[in-house]
């Protein structure tokens, strides 16, 4: 029969991978997606939705259009691999064989990373570091802060999901306060002593916000820190605080997936970035957030590039159709205030040793609002682009 391609997770590296295969094989290759959610939520501009700037259906994207254009889509959980029988085994019973088997399952969080905070208490103190109703949550949290209220962040370790994510996140936190709750506090208690983008942030803070968010690095005691969610109290560097919303954004590993098919080697599965083909086995790919890499940062528009390369190797593994070599990109934007954009970015290439960095840019301190605006019109672009790369 047919060579058959088995992909793990429909987000940013997953969905996008499926459907360039399913879409440049014209049928040569069956694709199967396997994906328990019918509706994806974007992490990106989920924080625009905390901010009141989006609406929670804007970031909320189904399977319809991806199922039409050949992907056989397969709501359920993978729950194991075996590499032996080349075969993925489903939460709903059963298993499914590949020839190729592309993992983009993004990331779950490293256990008793933050003293006192565990998945348990994902409710009490959300994370929102997947989209969705636990974005939702964190939003209702912020806008039933009583008057005055304390808002708290305990930012992750480095790598993570991100790299600008819980900075852009307290940007939005804090527009949104400063429109409902202008007396309200916003502390961040940060395991580490500098952040992406950090001077953009921070002028953009003082510009906007001032007075309002108090940055806690690791220099100050940042990375000692505590939570107590029956008691909604956050201690830093044995400094209680209590808080009326705490935010944890726990130090982050491979979506469980990798670890089970045995792919990885600590909290991240190595790959080759000539075709994001897994050290441990020829035959299975990680894609994005699960993968060790090199230097791209790990994010949505990074496993969208790295999905690319890999559906145009896998296809030329499977059928001997011509292969080019791995180029990668990646920018990210942040939204610091409404209009006030910014954005690092950088192209790579593969080296036999890792993803290298080839060439970046980043915005600069002190931009014209005209410049500021462009960024962010630029970033909209970006998102009604990848979308439809992933999704059709
Ligand atoms: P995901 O997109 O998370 O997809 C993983 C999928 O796998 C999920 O749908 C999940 O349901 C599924 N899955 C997991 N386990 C299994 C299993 N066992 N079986 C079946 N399916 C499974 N990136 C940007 O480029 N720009 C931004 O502006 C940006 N902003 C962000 C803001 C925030 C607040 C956050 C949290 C992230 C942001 N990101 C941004 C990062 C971006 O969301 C991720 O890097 C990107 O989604 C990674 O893609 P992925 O394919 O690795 O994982």
């Known amino acids: 029969g047919k060579p058959r391609v088995v992909v793990v997770g429909g987000g940013a590296g997953g969905a996008t991978a499926a459907r360039y295969i399913a879409k440049d094989s014209k049928g040569d290759i069956d694709v199967l997606l396997i994906e328990p959610s019918r509706t994806y939520y974007t992490c990106f501009f989920?924080?625009?939705y905390i901010g009141g700037l989006k609406d929670i259906d804007d970031i909320g994207h189904t399977y319809g259009s991806l199922a039409a254009s050949g992907v056989n889509v397969v709501h359920d959980w993978a729950v194991g691999v075996d590499r032996d029988a080349k075969t993925v085994s489903l939460a709903g019973g059963g298993f499914v064989p590949y020839d190729k088997l592309i993992l983009s399952p993004g990331i779950d969080f490293v256990e008793g990373?933050?003293?006192?905070?565990?998945?348990?208490?994902?409710?009490?103190?959300?994370?929102?570091?997947?989209?969705?109703?636990?974005?939702?949550?964190?939003?209702?949290?912020?806008m039933a802060m009583p008057e005055g209220g304390v808002f708290a962040m305990v930012a992750p370790p480095n790598p993570y999901r991100c790299p600008p994510g819980?900075?852009?996140?307290?940007?939005?936190?804090?527009?949104?306060?400063?429109?409902?709750?202008?007396t309200a506090k916003i502390i961040v208690a940060d395991p580490k002593p500098k952040f992406s983008k950090m001077s953009l942030f921070q002028e953009g803070w003082a510009d906007h916000y001032a007075g309002m968010i108090d940055w806690i690095g690791e220099d100050f005691g940042g990375g000692n820190v505590s939570v107590?969610?029956?008691?909604?109290?956050?201690?830093?560097?044995?400094?209680?605080?209590?808080?009326?919303?705490?935010?944890?954004?726990?130090?982050?590993?491979?979506?469980?997936?990798?670890?089970?098919?045995?792919?990885?080697?600590?909290?991240?599965?190595?790959?080759?970035?000539?075709?994001?083909?897994?050290?441990?086995?020829?035959?299975i790919y990680v894609l994005g957030d699960a993968s060790?890499?090199?230097?791209?940062?790990?994010?949505?528009?990074?496993?969208?590039?790295?999905?690319?390369?890999?559906?145009?190797?896998?296809?030329g593994a499977?059928?001997?159709?011509?292969?080019?070599?791995?180029?990668?990109?990646?920018?990210?934007?942040?939204?610091?205030?409404?209009?006030?954009?910014?954005?690092?970015?950088?192209?790579?290439?593969?080296?036999?040793?890792?993803?290298?960095?080839?060439?970046?840019?980043?915005?600069?301190?002190?931009?014209?609002?005209?410049?500021?605006?462009?960024?962010?019109?630029?970033?909209?672009?970006?998102y009604t682009g990848i979308t439809s790369d992933m999704l059709g």
């Open 46 to 48: 989920s924080n625009l």
């Open 113 to 142: 990373a933050v003293e006192g905070w565990s998945l348990a208490a994902q409710n009490a103190m959300p994370h929102a570091y997947k989209a969705g109703s636990q974005s939702e949550l964190l939003k209702a949290q912020i």
């Open 166 to 182: 819980p900075y852009e996140r307290v940007s939005m936190v804090a527009h949104v306060l400063k429109e409902t709750n202008p």
């Open 228 to 283: 107590d969610p029956d008691a909604m109290t956050i201690t830093i560097d044995g400094e209680e605080t209590q808080a009326d919303v705490c935010n944890v954004i726990p130090a982050m590993k491979a979506g469980r997936i990798a670890e089970l098919a045995g792919v990885t080697d600590g909290n991240w599965a190595p790959v080759n970035g000539a075709d994001m083909s897994t050290k441990a086995d020829a035959d």
């Open 292 to 315: 060790a890499q090199g230097d791209m940062p790990k994010s949505g528009f990074s496993a969208n590039s790295q999905a690319k390369v890999c559906a145009n190797a896998v296809r």
């Open 318 to 382: 499977l059928t001997g159709s011509k292969v080019f070599p791995a180029k990668f990109s990646n920018t990210c934007w942040s939204l610091i205030a409404p209009n006030d954009g910014v954005k690092v970015g950088a192209t790579y290439e593969a080296t036999p040793e890792k993803i290298a960095k080839v060439d970046g840019f980043i915005s600069q301190t002190g931009e014209s609002s005209d410049v500021r605006k462009a960024t962010y019109e630029e970033s909209e672009g970006w």
